[in-house]
């Protein structure tokens, strides 16, 4: 596609419930990003996969979050019983090669855990 | 890791004036993207700028890697300006091939008409 995409652009969960926020990044990028935003904040890194081998998860809060890219394109984060603090914009953004090429983003799912 | 630190954090301008907003980095970087987010929370890549200085119409940036620090210019700035701007260099970890961004703060524009 011509640009990042993710959806759903909003989503409302309850406390406790399952989530899935799904990325699909440009055609032919090898490294796909997952950040999280809070409000007022720049965004922080969660997780870094190179194809579909998932490199770094340093940035992932806890074991209720998980991600998997199993093709090697369209990116999936899950997040299991989430809580309130899960609330922020999930930013996933693309690059070219495994190299810090130019990061291109993706417009967000905003989570709001009620 | 690397720290980063934008300034001003607000800044509020009427419509045609300029701007300077400055990037600080803890470490030495070998590139460095800036950013506006739009008040829909859209990420646009402003600048890929590992050094030197770069221009794209009325924004235009620096980077003095030696010195760690980049800067980013408007010029005559317009109601659409308005929005959040980040600086984001990669930061390296243990050898890895690949750069996670580090994101400052950002710097709060507001452009008044």
């Known amino acids: 596609g011509a640009g990042v995409s993710q959806s759903p652009r909003y989503k409302v969960a309850k406390r406790g419930q399952d989530v899935a926020l799904r990325c699909d990044p440009i055609?032919?990028?090898?490294?796909l990003f997952w950040y999280q935003q809070a409000l007022g904040q720049g965004p922080e890194f969660l997780t870094y996969f190179q194809n579909e081998a998932q490199l770094d998860k340093s940035g992932l809060p806890s074991d209720r979050f998980f991600a998997e890219r199993p093709e090697g394109s369209v990116s999936t984060l899950k997040i299991q019983r989430t809580q309130q603090e899960d609330s922020a914009v999930y930013l996933c953004a693309s690059s070219f090669g495994p190299d810090p090429g130019i990061q291109y983003f993706g417009a967000g799912t905003r989570l709001s855990v009620l | 890791g690397i720290q980063v630190e934008q300034s001003p954090p607000d800044l509020i301008l009427q419509e045609g004036a300029n701007s300077t907003l400055r990037c600080n980095f803890s470490d030495s970087v070998n590139n460095l993207q800036w950013f506006h987010q739009n008040p829909w929370g859209q990420l646009i890549n402003l600048f890929y700028i590992p050094s030197g200085t770069k221009q794209n119409g009325r924004l235009s940036a620096t980077t003095v890697a030696t010195e760690r620090y980049s800067l980013l210019y408007i010029s005559s700035s317009q109601t659409t300006d308005s929005g959040v701007y980040f600086c984001?260099?990669?930061?390296?970890?243990?050898?890895?091939?690949?750069?996670?961004?580090?994101f400052g703060q950002g710097t709060i524009l507001t452009v008044h008409p």
């Open positions: 984001a260099p990669p930061t390296w970890a243990g050898g890895t091939s690949y750069g996670k961004l580090t």
């Open positions: 055609s032919g990028h090898v490294s």
